[in-house]
């Protein structure tokens, strides 16, 4: 275990290589540690269930990073770097409190019901075929290129009517953005991305579609219209979240079938079971360790520890969903399991937008592709597989697979 100076103690590299190990060293401490992150941010970072979905939930910690002072500024340990993100992408409701926040969310809310999302199932399934046909006589392949990547991202642009050339230029830029990286890469991703969405917006206001795009430029009344900022950063967010993080409920998911031969055989028996199995690979090995970051606009006690205002907040999704109050046996894999309560979603107003369609994909991926092919980790897993450097994603950089078609069963 590292300390700074000041006596707090900093998470290394190896924490983003296996976060479970110090989040359960850090629940049993308490429920809200202050920590060091690996890129230097001093911040509070909650790891008990009951105390996540308190600070994901409550108006004491807050979004509203417009009207924040400098916190970066003042949580970088002395000595770190300062890297600067550009702030064109910010101006989305995850960065906002209500009423900001309500009057964002109503706009994009009613093109992502469960109901809307359904319908969209025959495509999904179309496009998971399509990938898996591409698998088809290989015997050897990254499940991330493969298929956990490209379905999430085909399937967004589609619903957002985004040309799909740029796919692999957006996967680099996001995951730059995303992931740690060094300001010369930050600077030039965001410089990309921005070209990128910003040509993306001009277009749909010289041609709109019937897409969710078109009608946020379009949109007349006075009280929805967006300006640029906000445009573009609705942009960014629908289109990042919406593929960074279901790529990782499939590799994970997948994992941890591959790590669990006796839940593998049980699914395979029974395709029931199908949709609690998704729930949970989220539940243990979640898309997000932590959550975006909140602030105490004032002290504010939580699960009797008392946070001072001006303090980053952040909520270990992963650790709340392995807390063993909430969860018996946190770390073993059982697909039959209660997982209600998990907050691989978040919890709250700014519970996950994009929820109802990440599990359809989740279950057409996984389903699909264990219908298809025997798996197996291509091998020894301390050489093949790496986990992503980022306290925000919880995924796999890379996963390569072994496959053989599967036999009549
Ligand atoms: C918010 C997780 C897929 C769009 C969130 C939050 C979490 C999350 C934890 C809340 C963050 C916080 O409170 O700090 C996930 C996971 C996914 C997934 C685990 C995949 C398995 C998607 C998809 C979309 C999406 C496919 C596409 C539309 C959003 C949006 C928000 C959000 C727009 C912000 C909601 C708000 O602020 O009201 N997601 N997400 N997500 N997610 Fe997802």
Not at 59 to 65: C, M
Not at 241 to 262: K, W
Request: with cysteine; glycine share 8%.
């Amino acid at each position: 275990m590292q300390t700074t100076e000041a006596g707090f103690e900093k998470l290394g590299a190896e924490y983003l290589q296996d976060p479970h190990a110090v989040h359960e060293r850090l629940r049993e401490v308490g429920p809200v540690s202050e920590l060091v992150l690996p890129r230097g941010l001093k911040v509070w970072v909650v790891t008990r269930h009951e105390e996540a979905r308190i600070a994901l939930s409550d108006p004491r910690f807050s979004k509203n990073f417009a009207a924040a002072g400098d916190l970066f500024g003042k949580h970088l340990q002395p000595g770190v770097a300062r890297r600067e993100f550009d702030q064109s992408f910010a101006s989305h409701m995850l960065n906002m409190d209500p009423p900001d926040h309500t009057r964002m969310r109503k706009l994009v809310n009613k093109a992502f019901t469960a109901r809307r999302m359904e319908a969209l199932r025959p495509r999904i399934q179309e496009i998971t075929d399509r990938l898996l046909d591409e698998m088809e006589g290989r015997s050897e392949v990254d499940l991330l290129d493969a298929l956990a990547f490209p379905l999430p991202i085909t399937v967004i642009c589609e619903l957002l009517d985004v040309p799909l050339d740029q796919r692999d230029d957006f996967r680099i830029w996001s995951g730059t953005l995303l992931t740690d990286s060094t300001q010369e890469e930050i600077n030039e991703a965001a410089a990309s991305m921005y070209a990128f969405l910003a040509g993306l917006i001009q277009s749909k206001r010289e041609n709109p579609g019937d897409d969710i795009f078109s009608a946020l430029v379009h949109a007349s009344e006075d009280d929805d219209r967006l300006n640029e900022a906000e445009l573009i950063s609705m942009a960014f967010l629908l289109l990042v979240a919406g593929h960074e993080t279901t790529v990782n409920l499939i590799g994970n998911g997948v994992l941890g079938l591959l790590r669990n031969p006796d839940q593998l055989a049980l699914l395979l028996a029974d395709r029931s079971l199908l949709g609690n199995a998704v729930e949970e690979f989220l539940r243990i090995d979640g898309p997000i360790n932590m959550a975006t970051f909140r602030y105490t606009a004032e002290e504010a006690e939580l699960g009797g520890v008392t946070i001072p205002a001006e303090e980053f907040v952040l909520v270990s999704l992963l650790s709340a969903n392995r807390d063993p109050e909430k969860f018996p046996e946190p770390a073993k894999m059982d697909i039959t399991r209660a997982t209600g309560g998990h907050v691989a979603f978040g919890h709250g107003i700014h519970f996950c937008l994009g929820a109802p369609l990440a599990r359809l994909e989740g279950a057409v991926a996984i389903g699909s592709l264990l219908d298809r092919f025997d798996l197996d980790l291509a091998g020894e897993p301390s050489q093949a597989l790496k986990w992503k450097d980022s306290t925000l994603l919880h995924g796999l950089e890379r996963f390569p697979i072994s496959l053989s078609p599967r036999g009549p069963r």
